[in-house]
């Protein structure tokens, strides 16, 4: 008998929800284990607490004694609070949080000691970085990058140790994380939008971008994950024939969520109550054991954070459950993958959504144009969009047919269309008195009755409007969100800057008033974006078609998509934003066309043992047993034995039709890994491990899973997909 899986099945029929402690009232946990502004007001001076809050909104810098005053503060309360340690808390491109703790505790001769924590060392540290992923910026040898202060995200306490998010830059100042690049396209952002805000209403000072992610996941129990090689290696099933019940029934979707996961959840609830992330909805999902938690939305680089902090928090959590959290986007074939849409819009420091209609023309013009920007914006940037989202993991959703398809278009709706159409119609040059009534009256000021009860949903679409914002949902759910959201805010800055540009030349050249100006842009807009507004349904050949016919790119794997991130196109959007320079980019491109071929090496090793370590010697054992069966009946029945032992010799002969399939296919497979791995240029590796190695994942897969149709239940040493979906 296959010991692992059955003693692991044995596991999960003991296990019981583990009990949660909660408080009633979860506002009274909020944020208790952040130095957030309540706190900052309360411990410290009114100098210190402005400096902070001018170097939230402006950017300022922060002066050494003021930071040795807020370093203080944050030492008394955290101590307080039983904290022991610090660190600096940045993401590095592994895409991964990153932490090395230094005690508060210092010598200071006589045999004493003292709690210690200076302004120095709040603002910078110097960690020993030099394994973390640079693209070739800073040589192993001058591991000189620094990890800054990022004010605009709050310190927290996780466990005993007090985290200060900072951002990681290397020693010549390129950035070497993913939060450098995302704070100065938010900061692109606030200064593109407030320029085009100040059209309609010249008290616009600030606009945040703002992120709402959605996280989907699986949680498998931990004993029957880990009797998966794969799983515990790579994060997902290589291989695994589909149940006969899967989610064909729906029956999970929105049901009752199970007892432990509920349990599981209410625990990961509390703690992120404490660090101060907003979650509010939580739900089971399409796919048998998949669920998924969503925060109320937050201003984007904090939103960012909380995201990474959550990631770590789950895995965390779901060790004390029995759980293993599965992230992946793609853990099982043929049942659902998980994604990570990003809701995003922009707000004003006036209170204003500018992706939301008002209640008056003006504002519903105002509107217009953000919505109208921001789908020009991903017209003229959607390759780099679908580069934005690209992993190895990913291309299980993007490329498969599985919604959202690797075509990026945007889904605005039936009304919005109509709208758009209308607009399409608008007079050139300077409009009559009549045309500007007729369209603010039945056009523009229509806007919020019909958005009202627009229940348009579309579930394919990777790019959709719902009512106040965009939802990006071909995000991946393993993603740090900082990438697409830094691509995102900064589409849109630049295309607000071009619009700006004509809206003020029309004024100025051709003395158009400011909404006849407007009107005449956004026209232009509508009709030259036009072919990225897709309704339908994004599955299937008929929208690939159609795409291609549209001019539209569809990058089905990583290493073609990745590509646009080093166009000339992108590499002039960044610089000229002042988001990324050429090196940061270059470096970035080259860090992720290695991860993909590392990702794929990886399966591609884990698949090649489990077939020849597992499936291969489990097979060769049912053989045996049929092949004494056989050699039994000959001895009972003689010559005419073979009338009785049919069908066994049938399978013995399938058998071993399949080990020869699946034995040559991993010598095939490993002999393509060879050649991939000796190629010296890193974009033609990724390229043979994407065209030549992967191919062999499915025909291997396939002649594996038909085995485990064949062969003995007792005999089969992989936990089964019934097993893992289906154990609650
Ligand atoms: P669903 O997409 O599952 O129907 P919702 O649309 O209600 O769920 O909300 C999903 C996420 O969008 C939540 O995190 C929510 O806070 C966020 N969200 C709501 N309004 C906005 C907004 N104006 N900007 C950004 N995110 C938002
Ligand atoms: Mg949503």
């Known amino acids: 008998m296959s010991t692992l899986r059955f003693h692991a099945i044995k596991e999960t029929l003991n296990r019981k929800p583990v009990k949660v402690k909660e408080k009633i009232r979860r506002s009274s946990l909020f944020g208790e284990n952040v130095f957030n502004d309540a706190t900052m007001r309360q411990s410290l001076t009114k100098d210190a607490y402005k400096s902070v809050n001018d170097a939230i909104d402006k950017g300022s810098k922060i002066d050494r004694g003021i930071a040795d005053q807020i370093a203080s503060a944050m030492k008394d309360w ?31 001769g006589n045999g004493l000691a003292v709690e210690k924590f ?101 949680l498998i129990d931990s004993a029957l994950a880990t009797s998966r090689p794969d799983i515990i290696l790579t994060g997902r099933t290589l291989l695994g024939h589909l149940p006969a019940k899967g989610q064909q029934l729906d029956d999970h979707y929105f049901g009752t969520i199970p007892n432990r996961a509920m349990s599981y959840m209410r625990d990961l609830e509390t703690e992120c109550m404490l660090l101060g992330i907003p979650v509010k909805t939580r739900h089971n999902e399409v796919a048998p054991n998949q669920f998924e938690l969503a925060p109320i939305y937050d201003e984007a680089n904090l939103a960012v954070d909380h995201n990474s902090l959550l990631m770590d928090v789950m895995e965390k959590i779901a060790a004390r459950h029995n759980f293993t959290v599965l992230m992946h986007e793609k853990p099982f074939a043929g049942v659902n993958g998980s994604g990570k849409h990003n809701n995003w819009s922009l707000g004003t420091n006036t209170g204003i959504n500018l992706l939301s209609p008002g209640k008056t023309p003006m504002s519903n013009l105002q509107f217009l144009t953000f919505f109208i920007n921001t789908i020009k914006a991903v017209h003229d940037h959607e390759e780099l969009l679908r580069a934005a989202i690209a992993s190895a993991s990913n291309d299980h959703r993007l490329g498969a047919n599985e919604a959202p398809p690797a075509i990026i278009s945007v889904f605005i709706g039936e009304q919005l269309t109509k709208v758009l159409e209308e607009l399409e119609g608008v007079t050139k040059g300077k409009l009559s008195p009549e045309e500007k009534t007729e369209l603010k009256l039945n056009v523009v000021g229509k806007i919020p009755e019909i958005l009202l009860d627009n229940t348009d949903r579309n579930r394919t679409s990777p790019f959709a409007f719902t009512g106040n914002k965009f939802e990006f949902r071909a995000v991946g759910s393993k993603a740090n969100c900082a990438n697409p959201m830094t691509v995102l805010n900064s589409i849109v800055a630049k295309q607000l ?44 050949d008929d929208w690939q078609k ?30 000229e934003l002042g988001v990324m320079n050429e090196v940061e980019i270059k470096a970035r491109y080259e860090i992720q066309v290695e991860e993909y071929t590392m990702h794929i090496q990886i399966e591609s090793r884990v698949l090649g043992d489990i077939a020849r370590n597992h499936v291969i010697p489990t097979a060769v054992n049912y053989q045996n047993v049929l092949i004494d069966n056989v050699k039994g009946l000959k001895d009972i029945f003689g010559t005419g034995f073979k009338k009785h032992a049919k069908e066994q010799l049938e399978i013995i002969v399938d058998i071993s039709r399949r080990i020869e399939a699946i034995n040559s296919g991993v010598t095939e497979m490993t002999n393509e890994r060879k050649k991939a791995n000796k190629i010296e240029d890193t974009e033609k590796t990724a390229a043979a491990y994407c065209k030549k190695v992967k191919p062999f994942f499915e025909d291997i897969r396939y002649h594996c899973d038909k085995l485990e149709l064949l062969i003995d239940d007792e005999l089969w040493p992989l936990t089964k997909y019934r097993e893992l979906l289906f154990t609650k």
């Not at 904290?83 to 508060?104: C, I, M, N, R, S």
Request: proline share 4%.
């Open 118 to 218: 200076g302004g120095g060392q709040l603002v910078q540290q110097e960690p020993d970085a030099s394994s973390f992923p640079h693209g070739g910026i800073r040589n192993t040898f001058e591991a000189r990058g620094y990890t800054a202060w990022d004010p605009t995200s709050p310190a927290f306490i996780y466990g005993t140790t007090l985290c200060i998010p900072t951002v990681f830059v290397s020693y010549t100042g390129e950035a070497l994380d993913y939060k450098t690049p995302l704070l100065r396209a938010l900061q692109s952002i606030d200064h593109a939008a407030v320029a085009v805000a100040k059209y309609f209403d010249k008290n616009v000072k600030k606009v945040n971008a703002s992120l709402g992610w959605e996280q989907e996941y699986f």
């Open 78 to 108: 955290a101590l307080s609070k039983g904290v022991t340690h610090y660190t600096h808390w940045f993401q590095p491109l592994t895409g991964a949080t990153a932490e090395k703790h230094d005690a508060f505790f210092e010598t200071i």
């Open 497 to 540: 800057i071009e619009f700006k540009k004509e809206v003020d030349a029309l004024i100025a050249n051709k003395d158009m008033k400011k909404d006849d100006a407007i009107f005449n842009v956004i026209r232009e807009y509508i009709k030259t974006s036009k072919n990225i507004l897709f309704e339908g349904n994004g599955y299937g």
């Open 546 to 575: 159609e795409a291609k016919k549209r001019g539209l790119s569809n990058n089905k794997t990583t290493p073609d998509a990745l590509k646009a991130r080093v166009s000339r196109q992108t590499i002039n959007l960044f610089e």
